[in-house]
């Protein structure tokens, strides 16, 4: 037998694990019972809490996947030096910020500003909407790595590529001289 509503009219609040849910409160209960639509931004398992006048429940738990692919995340950049190799980490997000786990495509990478001494121009594949990969700065200065793809794009943190050490002298071809010639 099911239980009987009892004749609440209040309102009461809402919650999820995540305190993402919206609204945060119902409209009043006629008949003692509210059915509404809520919004809950971040991806995950969580419950629906309901709390008025000193009484709780809870729904059961379930899963909320990522919404799709709206934009990429790159990870923070130190300072770097010119032709070195360094690791990046660019991530698939939704307009929620929650990592797009099937994102499996690729991505073209560019400077900004525009410049050709960026390597690789594009990434490989995906994991469960990551991509970490080496690149490499062949010019120094301040800059930003970009990631695109046709649904979406991010932009690095910008960061200092400075010039790399000395390594060795280059003398060019001398041609024929007259002694003592300035």
Same mark, same amino acid.
């Given at each position: 037998?099911?239980?009987?509503?009892?004749?609440?009219?209040? %309102?009461?609040?809402?919650?999820?694990?995540?305190?993402?849910?919206?609204?945060?409160?119902?409209?009043? /209960?006629?008949?003692?019972?509210?059915?509404?639509?809520?919004?809950? #931004?971040?991806?995950?398992?969580?419950?629906?809490? =309901? @709390?008025?006048?000193?009484?709780?429940?809870?729904? !059961?738990? /379930?899963?909320? #996947?990522? !919404?799709?692919?709206?934009?990429?995340?790159?990870?923070?950049?130190?300072?770097?030096?010119? +032709?070195?190799?360094?690791?990046? %980490?660019?991530? @698939?997000?939704?307009?929620?910020? !929650?990592?797009? %786990?099937?994102?499996?495509?690729? *991505? *073209?990478?560019?400077?900004?500003?525009?410049?050709?001494?960026?390597?690789?121009? %594009?990434?490989?594949? /995906? #994991?469960?909407?990551?991509?970490?990969?080496?690149?490499?700065?062949?010019?120094? +200065? #301040?800059?930003?790595?970009?990631?695109?793809?046709?649904? $979406? @794009? $991010?932009?690095?943190?910008?960061?200092?590529?400075?010039?790399?050490?000395? !390594?060795?002298?280059?003398?060019?071809?001398?041609?024929?001289?007259? *002694?003592?010639? =300035?």
């Amino acid at each position: 037998a099911r239980e009987q509503p009892f004749e609440y009219s209040g %309102t009461a609040s809402l919650s999820d694990d995540s305190l993402s849910i919206f609204p945060g409160q119902t409209l009043p /209960f006629p008949c003692g019972i509210w059915t509404g639509t809520v919004t809950i #931004t971040k991806a995950g398992l969580t419950t629906i809490k =309901v @709390a008025s006048e000193g009484k709780t429940g809870t729904s !059961n738990f /379930f899963v909320l #996947t990522p !919404n799709s692919f709206d934009h990429f995340i790159i990870g923070s950049i130190t300072e770097q030096t010119v +032709g070195a190799v360094f690791t990046i %980490t660019v991530t @698939a997000k939704d307009q929620w910020e !929650n990592t797009v %786990t099937g994102f499996a495509g690729t *991505a *073209a990478l560019t400077l900004s500003p525009q410049s050709t001494a960026l390597n690789p121009t %594009t990434t490989t594949n /995906f #994991t469960a909407g990551i991509w970490q990969g080496t690149v490499t700065i062949t010019e120094a +200065g #301040t800059t930003a790595i970009a990631a695109s793809c046709q649904d $979406g @794009a $991010g932009t690095s943190n910008p960061f200092s590529v400075t010039p790399a050490s000395l !390594n060795h002298f280059v003398i060019g071809t001398i041609t024929e001289q007259i *002694a003592g010639a =300035v």
